[in-house]
């Protein structure tokens, strides 16, 4: 399969604790994106990054989040000192980048976190 | 502030119907308007996408109606199956970088 993968695809963690999300895109896409979506919402984007290059986090963004794509291919999204509001699902989306006009996200299965 | 506002949050069509869901948007520097279809459990797939420069766009029996003077836009599925039964996003975005998505349409098709 070469969809977008995220690993891993459930975690449960205690309040306090940190966790470390993976995605790994379509392998020529330069873009990645990362998303939260809650039950009944829509996905809300995080950040997003062109190669390895992060190039926007949503004003929305705890510092307690962080994202790294070192490589310019997989990308992790990392949260500190979990809180039970961070529950959610996390997404991962891919697109190949070629103009200034939008493109397809293709995006991942998602990682459900659940913070007790 | 919803960027992208969509409507109806659900939505009962019998087989074989049409199923209409609409989005609304004050941004006028968006220029790409995709649809996104989810099942549970699943990432959004890709159904369709717009860009302004055309009123309409047709996929099977996905269309996209959009309305540039009203910053409206508007999915319609045709001939709607049970098959059809998931939640559908409209989503915006300018020059392709971040993408606002709508709060979503749970869509059932009855049997």
């Known amino acids: 399969d070469t969809g977008v993968s995220q690993d891993p695809r459930h975690k449960i963690t205690k309040r306090g604790q940190n966790v470390t999300f993976r995605c790994d895109p379509i392998s020529e896409h330069n873009r990645l994106y990362w998303y939260r979506q809650t039950l009944g919402q829509g996905p809300e984007f995080l950040t997003y990054?062109?190669?390895?290059?992060?190039?926007?986090k949503s004003r929305l963004l705890s510092d307690r989040f962080s994202a790294e794509r070192p490589k310019g291919s997989f990308s992790t999204l990392e949260i500190q000192r979990t809180e039970q509001g961070d529950s959610a699902m996390y997404l991962c989306?891919?697109?190949?980048?070629?103009?200034?006009?939008?493109?397809?996200?293709?995006f991942g299965p998602g990682t459900r976190l659940l913070v007790l | 502030q919803q960027q992208v506002k969509q409507s109806p949050q659900s939505l009962i069509v019998q087989k074989g119907g049409i199923s209409i869901i609409n989005c609304a948007y004050e941004n006028t520097a968006f220029d790409y308007f995709p649809w996104y279809q989810q099942f549970p459990g699943k990432g959004p797939a890709l159904l369709i996408a717009i860009r302004p420069d055309v009123s309409e766009k047709k996929e099977g029996r996905f269309t996209i109606s959009f309305n540039k003077s009203a910053k409206q836009f508007s999915l319609h599925i045709m001939d709607s199956q049970p098959g059809d039964s998931a939640t559908y996003f409209c989503a915006a975005s300018a020059g392709g970088n971040q993408f606002y998505f709508g709060t979503g349409t749970s869509l059932t098709v009855i049997p």
């Open positions: 990054f062109q190669n390895e290059a992060q190039l926007e």
């Open positions: 989306a891919s697109s190949l980048r070629v103009d200034t006009r939008g493109e397809t996200q293709y």
